[in-house]
């Protein structure tokens, strides 16, 4: 089989599968965007370690992931619902995915932060009116799938080129 060909079609997987996931966060997000707010009260908390490695050859390091875990409790039309939902996910070298924690760089920090959301108590989620025991903390950000969108379009072109343009012009030379 022509390369261009196998190289077209696996752009063209690429592109779909893309799609396919920009088109399920916004849609995703849409719908969270919709749910009301509520407080919610931390039960308790739970962190959980892993440890991972980054990099290659003599620039590899290691690091652990530190979880934490909240346990919450709302109350829906005098209904109790509980859940337990990740607050951030932080690795030993500061970084965070979330804009929430920024710091923390042991364990010690991470149950710190912990035990200041439980001493808190009460913190806002996003709940499915349907499903009440369904709850975030933040809803999605619709403009993050623009990346996704840009890489999807960039794999499309990759596609009708490799699948067409290339293959023609390499018989007419």
């Known amino acids: 089989m022509n390369p261009f060909k196998v190289a077209g079609y696996i752009c063209l997987l690429v592109a779909v599968f893309l799609l396919w996931g920009t088109i399920m966060w916004v849609y995703r997000s849409q719908i969270q965007n919709g749910w009301p707010s509520t407080t919610a ?31 919450l409790e709302i109350i829906v039309d005098e209904v109790e619902y509980s859940r337990s939902v990740i607050y951030s996910s932080i690795t030993s070298d500061g970084y965070t995915d979330q804009d929430k924690v920024t710091t923390t760089v042991s364990y010690k920090a991470c149950r710190q932060v912990a035990e200041d959301l439980k001493r808190q108590a009460e913190i806002a989620v996003f709940y499915n009116p349907d499903n009440p025991k369904d709850m975030v903390l933040s809803a999605l950000n619709p403009l993050v799938a623009i990346p996704l969108l840009l890489f999807a379009m960039v794999f499309g072109i990759c596609a009708f080129l490799f699948l067409y343009h290339l293959p023609k012009k390499q018989k007419s030379d």
Request: zero cysteines.
């Open 41 to 71: 009260i931390v039960k308790d908390y739970e962190i959980s370690t892993s440890p991972g490695t980054t990099g290659s050859g003599n620039n590899r390091r290691g690091y652990t992931e530190y979880t934490i875990n909240l346990f």
